[in-house]
């Protein structure tokens, strides 16, 4: 299957995102009818309990949000399969999987929204909260040990990871991403208060990153970077929205990583490091200085430490691997 040459990658890009830009305008006309139909919910019972969701659910519903959750991962994964074993397309246009992709996608999200329509309850019935959060989190764990050949870790320092984890990562992060992609999508209902809002253009944004697995926008630094920093927005909105104190944990845990790591993918002049650096510790100081109180600041190391720690620790398996199997570390590259 060649590729489609009527179409630049940057135009299908803008295509892309123009069109779940529609969807995400959708959602947010139909949210009036969502909360006249299904509100109010139940009672926000603490961090385990997930708040978009009825008290109890119908067994439609259940067939509905489970037979959604898995033709979309069937389809999905079948085209990106199938794409992975074609030649990628070039810089003067877009593989024709990546329409597929963007095709079955846009369908299975309309379909989605439809489903909340008519049933609200997505998966976050029948699954914990914490796979869904914890699912995320892993995805930003990969993508730091996978940026590690072109930033580093921390503060811009590169150096050469283990080769054996390396090739594993770069291998397995697709079907673990789109996996962890799609069941979070279907977890949370279509509902378009803008706190999951939020989160809904972060999935889309995603969708956008696996629809263009076969294309060079795919491995743009900033684009990556945009991916990873808007975590930082989506967890803070939402923590907001849900009028919880614990969202500068949220904000200052991500914005660390930003800080630390992400700013780093460019070459920043050190004045210019050091200006963001600075911008980051005064506004904690304000922040937990008039707002939040001194004696919750430890709260934003728990996102840095969970993050790095997760990547710390793939090294270590890394090392063990590589000294096991005696080959030696990857050298560094212009492309994580």
Do not use: C
Not at 83 to 96: E, F, L, M, Q, R
Not at 277 to 285: E, K, Q, R, V
Not at 300 to 309: E, Q, R
Not at 321 to 336: E, F, M, Y
């Amino acid at each position: 299957m060649g590729t489609v040459q009527t179409m630049s990658v940057k135009k299908f890009f803008w295509l892309t995102l123009g069109s779940f830009g529609i969807i995400t305008l959708l959602t947010a006309l139909l949210a009036p009818m969502l909360v006249q139909r299904f509100y109010p919910l139940p009672v926000d019972q603490g961090p385990s309990w997930y708040y978009w969701q009825l008290a109890s659910t119908s067994t439609a519903a259940r067939v509905s949000y489970w037979l959604g959750f898995v033709l979309h991962l069937g389809v999905v994964g079948y085209l990106a399969f199938k794409a992975k074993k074609v030649k990628p397309a070039d810089t003067n246009g877009i593989h024709a999987y990546s329409v597929k992709l963007l095709v079955s996608n846009l369908v299975f999200v309309v379909l989605h929204l439809v489903q909340t329509s008519l049933w609200y309850d997505g998966l976050a019935q029948d699954i914990p909260i914490w796979i869904s959060q914890g699912s995320v989190i892993v995805m930003l764990v990969l993508i730091l040990y996978l940026m590690i050949p072109s930033r580093g870790l921390f503060w811009g320092k590169k150096f050469a990871p283990p080769s054996h984890m390396l090739a594993f990562v770069r291998t397995w992060h697709g079907p673990y991403n789109m996996l962890a992609l799609i069941l979070t999508f279907w977890f949370h209902p279509m509902d378009g208060n803008w706190g999951l809002l939020s989160g809904f253009i972060y999935m889309f944004l995603l969708f956008t990153q696996l629809i263009l697995m076969n294309t060079r926008m795919h491995y743009n630094r900033t684009w990556i970077v945009l991916l990873e920093f808007f975590v930082t927005i989506h967890g803070t909105l939402i923590t907001v929205y849900k009028d919880n104190p614990i969202w500068p944990m949220f904000f200052f845990g991500f914005l660390a990583m930003f800080v630390f790591t992400q700013a780093h993918t460019w070459k920043l002049k050190p004045i210019m490091r050091w200006a963001i650096f600075g911008a980051y510790i005064t506004l904690i100081l304000l922040v937990y200085g008039f707002i939040r109180g001194f004696n919750h600041v430890y709260e934003i190391t728990f996102i840095p430490v969970a993050l790095y720690g997760g990547a710390l620790g793939l090294l270590l398996v890394g090392y063990l691997w590589d000294k096991l199997t005696k080959k030696k570390p990857a050298a560094p590259s212009k492309v994580g």
